[in-house]
């Protein structure tokens, strides 16, 4: 089946404009679902406020050239201040945007820092940051409700490939890099470098926490997915199984399930506690072995998403083609055409998927799907329980199988 567009956020191009440098690296929503921001590439970052955007899908059909909307949103809100009137933000961030993280500050989760009365920034329980990751090395944190630069983070060596938040509002942020290291930034403790996370041998491509933020992912070059205990600063094990660079990993909602997307041509679904892959989405019939892993450029996989309610997934490869996979089935159950797509993610709610590609991004709806009681317990259960504890379980073997994800 073919998936329904939603709309499209096209950059403004010039007569001459290069093609290069304006590639869309990275898109992401806002936790709470109230800003959608992307690279348009040439050093700038567009915010926009997501319900407006979706409205004005409405209003226009689909094709929306991202420079149209500003107008009429700083009109709407002139009076940037006010936090409950969210508006549009144009940021120059000075270098090619690598990748992009929202953040959102929770009162309860204190940071690790001693001395907090001596912050220059006070995070209040509605802060929304949005943290961008720049060719140079650098990291320059945002306030999204302003606009307004807030930290400049500068220990990386080389591009700054992905950042993730953790998701308990702790402002815990990791940053991956080419030069090879994680870094781990207390953004409460005005961005102190709290930990470097070193394992890879080469470029780390993307991390990502589990749900409870207890576990990151880190994948890179050279097959790599490490595993990494986030209250020890320890890696749990390495993850082996794929024949080429890996470049994007995610959690399932509910931590029980980790996508990896290679340039094998593969996304596989791993159980994260044991390490065994459940799952294998391919993108190349047949599938390449193993020693000609890296022929196959015209199917490499660039991206990978989990959607909220669990059951599937959106890939996106170079085979000019978006996928959507239930978890539970062999081939995909929509698809959509897509040329030089970079990057994916779903909304927070899960209705839609956002596709980067050369300074645009493209929408499409997911399969909507009402989720089986069944599954819904096991998600539940799963966000509590590791898969040692479902093991131990005294309940039918059947049953243990079903909430490991064995069949």
Not at 56 to 76: C, D, E, M, P, Y
Not at 177 to 188: E, F, Y
Not at 251 to 273: K, N
Request: hydrophobic share 40%; aromatic share 10%.
């Amino acid at each position: 089946a073919r998936s329904r567009t939603v709309g499209e956020l096209l950059a403004p191009t010039a007569p001459f404009d290069k093609k290069c440098g304006r590639e869309n690296w990275t898109v992401a929503f806002a936790p709470d679902g109230s800003y959608f921001a992307w690279s348009q590439g040439h050093r700038i970052v567009k915010l926009v406020p997501w319900s407006q955007c979706l409205s004005n899908f409405l209003l226009h059909g689909t094709k929306n050239v991202a420079n149209s909307i500003s107008t009429r949103l700083s009109r709407q809100n002139s009076d940037s201040g006010q936090k409950n009137k969210p508006c549009e933000h144009i940021i120059d961030c000075g270098d090619i945007v690598w990748s992009l993280a929202f953040g959102s500050s929770v009162p309860e989760k204190q940071s690790r820092c001693v001395n907090i009365e001596w912050h220059r920034f006070k995070f209040g329980q509605d802060q929304l940051l949005l943290a961008t990751g720049l060719n140079n090395g650098r990291i320059k944190i945002w306030d999204v409700y302003t606009g307004k630069l807030l930290l400049n983070l500068m220990d990386h060596t080389e591009v700054v490939r992905d950042l993730t938040f953790a998701p308990d509002g702790s402002l815990i942020l990791v940053s991956a890099s080419r030069d090879k290291t994680l870094r781990v930034w207390d953004l409460k403790d005005d961005g102190n470098m709290m930990k470097v996370l070193r394992g890879h041998q080469n470029w780390v491509y993307g991390c990502a926490f589990s749900p409870d933020s207890s576990i990151l992912c880190s994948v890179g070059a050279s097959k790599a997915i490490f595993l990494w205990d986030m209250d020890k600063y320890s890696m749990i094990r390495k993850l082996e199984g794929h024949h080429n660079d890996v470049v994007a990993c995610e959690f399932s909602p509910d931590g029980a399930l980790l996508a990896t997307a290679s340039y094998d041509t593969r996304v596989y679904v791993w159980d994260p506690y044991i390490g065994v892959i459940l799952m294998e989405f391919g993108h190349l019939f047949p599938p390449p072995t193993p020693i000609f892993a890296g022929g196959a450029n015209d199917r490499w996989v660039r991206s990978v998403s989990f959607s909220h309610d669990g059951l599937h997934i959106a890939s996106l490869a170079d085979d000019k083609m978006v996928r959507f996979w239930r978890i539970d089935e062999e081939y995909p159950v929509q698809v959509a055409p897509l040329n030089n797509g970079l990057c994916c993610t779903f909304s927070t709610d899960g209705s839609v998927l956002a596709a980067g590609q050369d300074g645009s991004v493209y929408f499409w709806a997911t399969p909507r799907q009402v989720s089986s009681l069944q599954h819904l317990c096991r998600m539940a259960i799963r966000r509590v329980m590791p898969t040692s504890q479902v093991k131990n379980l005294p309940i039918p073997s059947k049953v243990v199988e079903f909430l490991c994800y064995q069949i």
